[in-house]
């Protein structure tokens, strides 16, 4: 099946630095990535809307300017976390959509467990 | 704006017992409708994908069913195992490119 990775699976990192997490579709094309949040105990929520060669969208109460998504190729997005918190702690998990196989879906990453002490 | 629920919170059962989990959203103008499984500190296994313009989908022990007029999902899971636990996520998409808004899941506990 198609397969999603992401990179780094988990960073601990000092409060103020920036984290920068890969999404990349390993055997198919995807014009269309997104990243999720997972808060501890809770659901994912859409963070961002990725499309290749264009500006992310970025849902409401998402700060654009601290969370820097990049589209560059049509199998890897990137995520940077600028200047972190310890409230930006979270569970990151991207999606590519594309065909892979017979069946046009979005596949998911393994997520990225962020620590920002 | 899309709602998904899901009822119950949390569940647990002994092993061997069959059991539903129950979603709803809010719009029914979906184009799918996706079970997803969630181990603790893991990312997402797809479980079940169901088409706007289908009934169920049957995986093994599991069936999903869709009922898009009333807005209701249900998973079904037969002769439950002590590995069947973990954290079930319902989740919708409006079309084959946007977004998928998912509910807060149901997490299950089996007991042996």
């Known amino acids: 099946g198609a397969v999603v990775s992401q990179h780094p699976s988990r960073v601990i990192c000092k409060s103020g630095t920036s984290v920068k997490i890969e999404c990349r579709s390993l055997?198919?094309?995807?014009?269309?990535m997104f990243w999720y949040r997972q808060f501890p105990k809770q659901s994912l929520m859409l963070m961002a809307t990725s499309n290749e060669g264009s500006k992310a969208t970025y849902e409401q109460g998402v700060e654009k300017d601290k969370f820097l998504i990049n589209h560059a190729s049509l199998t890897l997005s990137t995520l940077t976390v600028t200047s972190a918190h310890p409230e930006d702690s979270s569970f990151y998990i991207c999606?590519?959509?594309?065909?892979?196989?017979?069946?046009?879906?979005?596949?998911f990453g393994p997520g990225t467990r962020l620590l920002v002490l | 704006k899309q709602e998904v629920t899901q009822i119950p919170a949390a569940l647990s059962v002994p092993e061997g017992e069959n059991l539903v989990l129950n979603c709803s959203f809010t719009d029914s103008a979906i184009y799918n409708l996706q079970w997803f499984r969630q181990d603790p500190g893991k990312g997402l296994t797809s479980l079940l994908l169901?088409?706007?313009?289908?009934r169920e989908q049957t995986s093994g022990r599991l069936n999903a069913s869709l009922d898009k007029s009333s807005g209701r999902s249900t998973l079904y899971i037969a002769a439950s195992q002590p590995g069947d636990s973990a954290t079930y996520l319902c989740?919708?998409?409006?079309?084959?490119?946007?977004?998928?808004?998912f509910g807060s899941g149901t997490r299950l506990s089996i007991r042996p």
């Open positions: 999606s590519a959509f594309g065909l892979a196989g017979f069946q046009e879906t979005q596949y």
């Open positions: 055997d198919f094309q995807a014009t269309t």
């Open positions: 989740a919708v998409s409006v079309s084959s490119a946007s977004k998928i808004i």
């Open positions: 169901i088409q706007s313009s289908q």
